[in-house]
């Protein structure tokens, strides 16, 4: 993966310059990228996938594995990061929960639906 500027800028821009597990305020020198899913596990190198983390939080994580609770907790925040869904709840915010999570799916923009038709149609 390319680790540039632009990715940190962006993750930055996002975030904020806070580690995303521990909350302490970090500087450049500081941060580190973390895959959220792994890529061992067949995390990708995504935006969504990422976020800034200091590098005792970065060490930790590496090392941990999630159960219970804690995994939902992780999933959540992959799922509510992710630019493909919307108003993500996760089952302790609801009142009657009959899943882990509950999420609309976003709404594709009219023009690109119309894009996507044009170009089907082009094929046919």
């Known amino acids: 993966m ?3 500027k632009e990715t940190l800028s962006n993750l930055i821009s ?4 806070r580690c995303a ?5 970090l500087t450049d020198g500081e941060m580190t990228i973390d ?23 970065n060490c930790e994580a590496a090392s941990r594995t999630f159960i219970g609770l804690e995994f939902e ?3 959540y925040e992959v799922i509510s990061k992710s630019d493909e ?16 999570f509950v999420a609309e799916r976003k709404k594709e923009d009219k023009k690109e639906n119309k ?3 044009k170009k089907l149609q082009e094929r046919c």
């Open 73 to 75: 907790r992780y999933i």
């Open 14 to 17: 996002r975030d904020g310059a």
């Open 35 to 57: 895959h959220i899913f792994p890529r061992l596990l067949g995390g990708s190198d995504d935006l969504d996938n990422l976020r800034i983390v200091c590098r005792r939080c």
């Open 115 to 117: 894009r996507k038709k």
């Open 85 to 100: 869904f919307r108003n993500v709840k996760p089952e302790w915010e609801m009142e009657n929960p009959i899943a882990d």
């Open 21 to 25: 597990i521990c909350g302490k305020k």
């Open 2 to 4: 390319k680790r540039g």
